[in-house]
């Protein structure tokens, strides 16, 4: 483990994803964390807070605008850089996780795209 690694948080309940999108990230030099569901990703978040999070929206036990809502409201964990990852790309959506302060929203079947974009937001 490299002590100057940025660590990223992965919170998606698709396994092949995650798991495609985790290779990727921990092969370009960051180190990762997965989680499966909203819950987790605020529990893992509150542990040790990631240098960026990658959340889908659509996850059981708590989606990730509750997640993301959780989140925000605890001080401990209020300013961490969110980044959505989601097939979700109605307007609605979009305006939603703004207003809840996410550096971005991307279609997580684009996982190039968003490899290619982290360093960006880990800025």
Same mark, same amino acid.
């Given at each position: 483990?490299?002590?100057?690694?940025?660590? $990223?948080?992965?919170?998606?309940?698709?396994?092949?994803?995650?798991?495609?999108?985790?290779?990727?990230?921990?092969?370009?030099?960051?180190?990762?964390?997965?989680?499966?569901?909203?819950?987790?990703?605020?529990? @893992?978040?509150? @542990?040790?807070?990631?240098?960026?999070?990658?959340?889908?929206? $659509?996850?059981?036990?708590?989606?990730?605008?509750?997640?993301?809502?959780?989140?925000?409201?605890?001080?401990?964990?209020?300013?961490?850089?969110?980044?959505?990852?989601?097939?979700?790309?109605?307007?609605?959506?979009?305006?939603?996780?703004?207003?809840?302060?996410?550096?971005?929203?991307?279609?997580?079947?684009?996982?190039?795209?968003?490899?290619?974009?982290?360093?960006?937001?880990?800025?």
């Amino acid at each position: 483990m490299n002590p100057q690694a940025k660590y $990223i948080l992965i919170a998606d309940d698709n396994k092949l994803i995650a798991r495609v999108l985790s290779n990727k990230l921990t092969a370009a030099g960051y180190e990762v964390q997965v989680v499966e569901d909203g819950d987790q990703a605020v529990k @893992a978040a509150i @542990a040790r807070k990631p240098d960026l999070l990658l959340m889908d929206l $659509i996850m059981p036990v708590k989606d990730g605008f509750g997640a993301l809502k959780e989140l925000r409201e605890n001080p401990a964990t209020s300013d961490i850089k969110v980044v959505v990852t989601s097939d979700l790309q109605q307007a609605e959506d979009v305006e939603r996780v703004k207003q809840l302060g996410v550096l971005g929203f991307t279609d997580k079947n684009n996982l190039q795209t968003i490899v290619e974009a982290v360093p960006q937001y880990l800025q």
